[in-house]
């Protein structure tokens, strides 16, 4: 079992490991030893799959336990779904000592997150990721939010959980076309900022997604993305700069994502977006061609494509319709060397020159 500290607005504990839901009870009441309700927010693919044991888990601790599952999918990420939540809580009477638990993936993350950040002004509200991007990335770092019809995650707080708990077991139950999406954002991390895990994913990349199989090795690779995630949200929580460097890939991958109408996955849309920067760097001659091969040959060994037929202009004006924009700027995340990164400002032309330089 791995405890990373994410020492933000709130400090609390990221817990990483093997048969940790049969465990959430007891977690949660030591982050939470008041709470007297508590309102289990998940979805139709895995309540199915994990909501008993961990309503068991929680009811063994005292708490008296409300659901609220949702239609599993993008479509519900809405205020519907929001108000939903707020009415079950209202009717229920709870009160600002009791909380929320999110199980699920990042929409479930998101939207649990969010209820408890505006019910009552604020209420807390514990993070059990079960998808492998939600472990990695969405569960960590206080984001919540909504979609709206005019664009994804247009509404929502930041408002950090009390604790997060990662069983890495859940991975387990995954398609293999979800886990794949994960390790988008496991190599994110690799090519930002840790040169160790690159170096490890690289030493078990003849068995790709397999890894997953294997209990000590997912565990090391979900425990040093999130202490890469924690040490990035401490440092700036707000996003207002070393945070953006998670957007690496993600500037074009969105435009991808959301041109593909949200069919297409949003790690495999990230690893695209990462493959076409890469191309840009190298081309730009800022990244060697030799740096540029290893980064694209790791992308594919672990399932993910790094091109997309997307044109430079499609991916300009996508990117100045992105919230992420700020005044006519664009934040664009490159990388130089493998483990390392950097904020460059680009205007819409230079970014199209940018793009249009790759070696492809
Ligand atoms: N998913 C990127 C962030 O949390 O900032």
Redesign the pocket.
Known sequence: MIRTTVSASREYEVITGSGLLSESGKIIRSVAPNAIKALIVTETNVAPLYLDKVKAAVQAEGFEVYEYIFEAGEESKNINSIAGMWGVMAKAGFTRTDLVIALGGGVTGDMAGFAAASFLRGIDVVQIPTSLLAMV??A????TGIDLPEGKNQVGAFWQPSVVIEDTDCLLTLSDEKFTEGMG?VLKYAFIMDLPLYEFLRENASRGIAIREDAWLKEKIVGMCVAD?AD??SNDEH?NGR??T??FG?TVGHVIERDSGFSKLHGVCVAKGMGIIIDACEGAGTLAAEEAQKMRDLIKAYGLPVDDDITPEAAVSGAMNDKKKRGNTLSIIVVNKIGTSEIRKMSPEEFKSFLEGAKR
């Open positions: 990335d969405a960590v770092g206080g984001k954002e995630k990035v949200v996003d945070r953006q998670l957007n993600h």
